[in-house]
């Protein structure tokens, strides 16, 4: 048995909370794109929160740079 970590079934609910919002919507999402989303934009929000926990101005740059990219990467809109 596998055991999935709290927070990615976290982000699965929340995914399936999102799509019971927008059913009545023509944009329809699939679940796995939401949940992908989800999982990126999480991966984004560790980066930003550890920004400022380094007093090397150019490591906070790089993990605001590095958060970016992976949005772009990810095509991943907010």
Not at 24 to 39: D, G, K, M
Not at 61 to 72: F, G, N, R
């Amino acid at each position: 048995m596998i055991l999935i970590h709290e927070r990615v079934e976290e982000l699965a609910k929340q995914a399936d909370e999102y799509l019971l919002e927008k059913v009545q919507e023509e944009n329809r999402s699939s679940w796995a794109q939401v949940f992908a989303e989800l999982i990126v934009e999480e991966c984004r929000y560790v980066m930003d929160c550890n920004k400022g926990s380094d007093q090397n101005p150019a490591w906070n740059q790089a993990l605001s740079e590095t958060s970016e990219k992976i949005k772009q990467h990810f095509g991943v809109e907010e």
